[in-house]
């Protein structure tokens, strides 16, 4: 049976992991968040709670991208500028995603092919070496506010490994490592802004 394309998405690891407490918060631009061994990385995508002060609703409730990622520090692009903010949470999203892809290309490869041809042989003689799965290509409408495109350029930017699962209409679920390798803006008189990625393949891929 055909699988319809339409409702096909596309979604990039989050992070995981229960709430962080939070202290210390530097506001700024972006805002810095201190934590312990908060275990987050560049890309992942948290959503901030239980912060008090005059200005916390400018933090709770938010959803946004880990940026400048330390062993007990991150950032987010939240602008708290003078402004009042105290002890909060962070929590991580499982998966999110990348929003507005228009079409896409893989998971695809292919393997060496070992020659083992000698002088005895009366045609090639050939081994399969392991599979590559290649890559996974996309086209998209830009959109800098989206936070699943703002996370793959946040893992392009930090060179994170990360895993990406790939939903079709059917139900079908493909999953995959990989790492964001390129996010390539265009645009053209009377068009609207575009963006094509890719992802590097990065072991197998698993159909389920």
């Known amino acids: 049976m055909a699988i319809e394309s ?8 989050g992070g995981t992991g229960s709430a962080k407490t939070l202290t210390n918060v530097a506001v700024g631009n972006p805002t810095i968040l201190t934590s ?27 959803t946004a991208v880990v940026q ?9 692009a939240i ?9 909060g949470k962070a929590t991580s999203l499982s998966y999110v995603e990348i929003g507005e892809v228009t079409d896409w290309s893989g998971p695809g490869g292919s393997a060496t092919v ?7 042989s009366t045609a090639k003689e050939k081994l399969i ?20 495109q703002e996370a793959f350029r946040a893992a392009r930017a930090s060179r994170e490994r990360k895993h990406f699962k790939v939903e079709y209409s059917d139900a079908t679920v493909q999953s995959l490592y990989g790492y964001a390798l390129n996010y390539t803006i265009s645009g053209a008189v009377d068009d609207k802004v575009n963006a094509s990625a890719t992802i590097e393949i990065d072991g197998e891929v698993t159909t389920a």
Request: with cysteine; net charge negative.
């Open 6 to 13: 339409q409702g096909t998405t596309l979604f990039i690891e």
């Open 36 to 62: 312990a061994s908060h275990g987050l990385s560049n890309g992942d995508v948290v959503t901030l709670s239980d912060f008090t002060g005059t200005d916390a609703a400018l933090l709770n409730g938010k």
């Open 68 to 76: 400048f990622a330390t062993t007990s520090t991150f950032a987010v």
């Open 79 to 87: 602008d708290t500028t003078g402004k009042t903010v105290a002890d």
């Open 114 to 120: 070992i020659d083992k041809t000698h002088l005895k």
């Open 129 to 148: 070496g392991l599979p590559d799965e290649g890559q996974f290509t996309f086209s998209l409408n830009c959109n800098f506010d989206n936070l699943g």
